[in-house]
């Protein structure tokens, strides 16, 4: 943890703990104003997007900053799952890494390692990065493997055939289900809503939940979020940064040709 960390609950505790109910949103645009804009408004955390769009690795450090700044998580969302690529990511400072298309036990077991120091895994150390604080104080080590948490990503029908074995992998904080994609591995693109698609989801987390392993997932609306949660979703990742912030324009934007209209109606 870092020296901006203020009273936030490690998010591995936080995840291994089944009354947490966290709502986080994706970020795609790398301005530190939005995570702060998000925390404002009462976001638990983001989840930094570095699959999709413009955000580098060299964009962390100023976006991990203004989280902990506001009192919320930052995890990063990777785009692949190469330990050179995890390390630089957890070095930046962030509270979790979520990892994409995790298909079997060995996946998730090398995702862990990855992430881990010695003797729970194999990440690399340096001291003088930003998540050691610059001067790598030896209780880092100790904090980082307590409090960095690996979420591992089930999209498609490999995951979940192999989901109960993925979910028995010492150091999986959270099982993180993209229902979108999801949909699309079972014939049913662009239908996260399907009745299957909601039917597997539901599946999913009961098999977590008999594991004591937490589930996160990616929830367009607030209806959705609130269905996962009350299923017991204990990180609801609620749509993203560029989707709110255009609905949000068109609404003014509607706002104003209705009041225009209704003006020359009288």
Excluded at 32 to 54: I, M, Q, R, S, T
Excluded at 185 to 191: E, F, M, R, Y
């Amino acid at each position: 943890m870092t020296a901006d960390d203020g009273p936030r609950r490690p998010l591995r505790q936080a995840l291994a703990d089944p009354t947490t109910r966290l709502t986080m949103s994706f970020l795609l645009i790398p301005r530190l104003e939005l995570v702060e804009l998000l925390a404002n408004a009462g976001f638990d955390g983001v989840v930094v997007d570095l699959e999709h769009g413009p955000i580098e690795v060299a964009d962390l450090p100023a976006l991990v900053a203004a989280g902990h700044g506001a009192g919320v998580h930052v995890l990063a969302r990777l785009g692949e799952r190469s330990p050179a690529v995890i390390g630089r990511v957890l070095d930046c400072g962030v509270d979790g890494v979520v990892l994409p298309h995790v298909e079997s036990a060995d996946d998730a077991r090398a995702a862990v390692d990855a992430a881990r120091f010695p003797p729970d895994g194999s990440r690399s150390l340096n001291p003088y990065v930003r998540a050691a604080g610059y001067d790598g104080h030896e209780s880092f080590l100790r904090t980082a493997n307590a409090g960095v948490a690996v979420l591992v990503m089930v999209e498609g029908k490999d995951g979940l055939a192999a989901l109960d074995e993925i979910a028995a992998v010492a150091g999986v904080d959270a099982v993180f289900v993209g229902p979108v994609d999801l949909s699309t591995s079972l014939g049913l693109p662009g239908q996260p809503e399907h009745p299957l698609v909601l039917e597997k989801v539901h599946d999913l987390m009961d098999r977590l939940a008999t594991a004591g392993v937490g589930t996160g997932i990616y929830c367009p609306t607030p209806h959705a979020a609130a269905r996962w949660q009350r299923a017991g979703a204990r990180l609801a990742a609620l749509s993203a940064d560029i989707a709110m912030a255009g609905a949000g324009f068109r609404r003014t934007v509607q706002e104003l040709h209705d009041l225009t209209m209704e003006g020359r109606s009288r």
